[in-house]
Structure formats: structure tokens, C-alpha cells
């Protein structure tokens, strides 16, 4: 059974702040320049917000927002796009974390053996949502160093018996192959392209996955030939916090949306599937 789709992992209150960040803002210089009570936004910020779309749209202008994604958030209609079919498959992995889900990625060509990006919060919690057709593993990959993208990933090398697992230079982790911007790999029957995406953290990379060689698309020109595994650089209506850099987070999202089709399947590290083309038309912070 197909499982349903997560919440947005982002509100109105968590734009806002990020938003704020980016520039450097604080509330009361936000309200000013918006016209909008301080009190008003402290509430947005603390999820109690009130809104108007008028109010919306002056702070969406202070904040350089896309006004039209920023008041769909808000309204709790920010668009679902309908993803192409894929020509391999892709087992989305959602394990608990806070209020919302992390999310781990199985791709496959079919039978039991698939390449995994990203390791879950815990071993535990890796198990409970992996698919029972899949047995082996022919790699690991990396977004991130975060726990809830690495928890499971030592007990997941053991288990598969692979010596490594691929990721962006680090030192923490001695079985790390390094992978840099534009590096290249076939795994598993995909090949594999890594982008070097620092800002939510020093160090990140986002993965573009299609197969080795291509297939037809069964007759469907809509179909996407590839998917992106975005890590925490992209959210279905929002960026990753960047944490270790406002500026890069932002240049390097809008570089790789620039690099994709449109039609490409985005992957994020929370929240649900989106494709390039919609958060490039409604994302408050690409639009």
C-alpha cells in the first residue's frame, strides 16, 4: 500500500524566522518596514498566526518572499505537485523526528537489491519502515551528518557487509569515500552525480539518481528520468535552516534547481516529494 504523503515540514512561523535570519532581521525592524504589529508577528512566529493575506504580502516584499507560495503556506494550500512516473523505483523511508518525519530513500531496479540515501535516526527506527522486498544493499550514501539522517548508519554498514558508504568529506566517520561536486559513480545500476551543497551544515551534498542506462518511459512523456536527493538544501515549501551559512543555503538551492529539469522528482530530508518546476513557481524562497 502507498503510504500517504507528510505534512509540509515547514509553517508560516518557520518561513518567517528563516526569513528573518537570511537578512538579518529582527521582528520589530520587520514590523516597521511592513507595516504590520510586532505582536502580530511574534504570534506567526510562535504558530498563532493571524494574518491577513494584505499583511502577508507587504512582509513577503520586506522579506524578499514569493508572496503567492508565502500566502498558500499560510493558508494551508500550498500546492502538491502529481510526480512523474519514475523508471526505476524509489522506496521513500519515513521515520518519526519531532513533530514531523525524517526521511531516508531506497532507489531499486527492481528485485531485492537497492542503493540507500541516508540512514535514519536510529537503527530501530530504519527497520520499522524498511520495505520487505529489499534484502541488499549495493551502497550508502550521504547527505549529511546530522543525527537523524546518520543514527542507523554504522548497524547498517555492519549489516550489509559494504566497507564504506559515499558522503561529503568529513572526519568524523573513518569509512567515508569522499564525494565533491560533480563527482560521478555508477551503483547498484544508477549512476549517481553528487553536488557539493554547503549552508544547512559545512557538510552537505544533494545527489542526482537515474539509471546507468536508460530506459523507455513505458510511452509517457511525462515521466522523469531522475530524482534528487536533496538532503536538507530543499523542503516541499521551504529551504533547510542554514545553520552553517543563510547565503550559501540560498545560492546553492537556487543553483541546483537551476541545474535540473523541471520535471525532476525532489527527495527531501523531511517533509514530502515535490518536483523542481513547483517550488521554482511557489517555494516563498525560489519562486
Wanted: aromatic share 6%.
Amino acid at each position: 500500500m502507498k503510504q500517504p504523503e507528510p505534512d509540509l515540514e515547514d509553517d508560516l512561523g518557520d518561513i518567517l524566522e528563516k526569513a528573518a535570519r537570511h537578512h538579518a532581521l529582527a521582528a520589530d525592524h520587520i514590523a516597521a518596514a511592513a507595516r504590520v504589529p510586532v505582536d502580530r508577528i511574534k504570534d506567526a512566529l510562535d504558530y498563532r498566526s493571524e494574518l491577513t493575506d494584505a499583511e502577508l504580502g507587504r512582509l513577503a516584499q520586506v522579506l524578499q518572499l514569493n508572496e503567492v507560495g508565502l500566502i498558500a503556506l499560510a493558508r494551508g494550500q500550498y500546492p502538491r505537485p502529481e510526480p512523474a512516473r519514475l523508471p526505476f523505483l524509489l522506496h521513500p523511508l519515513r521515520m518519526p523526528f519531532g513533530v514531523g518525519v525524517a526521511n531516508a530513500y531506497l532507489v531499486s531496479t527492481g528485485g531485492n537489491r537497492a542503493v540507500l540515501f541516508d540512514t535514519g535516526a536510529s537503527h530501530a527506527e530504519l527497520h520499522r519502515a524498511w520495505p520487505a522486498q529489499i534484502g541488499e544493499l549495493d551502497g550508502v550514501y550521504v547527505t549529511h551528518y546530522e543525527a537523524e539522517h546518520v543514527g542507523g548508519l554504522e548497524r547498517v554498514l555492519q549489516e550489509s557487509g559494504l566497507p564504506h558508504f559515499h558522503g561529503p568529506a568529513t572526519r568524523r566517520f573513518d569509512r567515508c569515500r569522499a564525494l565533491g561536486e560533480g563527482e560521478k559513480i555508477e551503483c547498484g545500476g544508477f549512476a549517481i552525480t553528487a553536488h557539493s551543497t554547503p549552508g544547512h551544515a559545512a557538510e552537505h551534498n544533494c545527489y542526482r539518481v537515474r539509471l546507468a542506462v536508460t530506459k523507455a518511459s513505458a510511452g509517457s512523456p511525462a515521466a522523469a528520468d531522475e530524482v534528487l536527493i536533496s538532503g536538507d538544501l530543499i523542503f516541499a515549501g521551504s529551504l533547510g535552516g542554514g545553520y552553517f551559512c543563510c547565503q550559501r543555503q540560498l545560492k546553492h538551492s537556487r543553483r541546483i534547481l537551476d541545474l535540473v529539469s523541471p520535471d525532476i522528482l525532489i527527495a527531501p530530508g523531511h517533509g514530502p516529494l515535490t518536483t523542481a518546476a513547483n517550488e521554482k513557481r511557489y517555494n516563498p524562497f525560489l519562486g
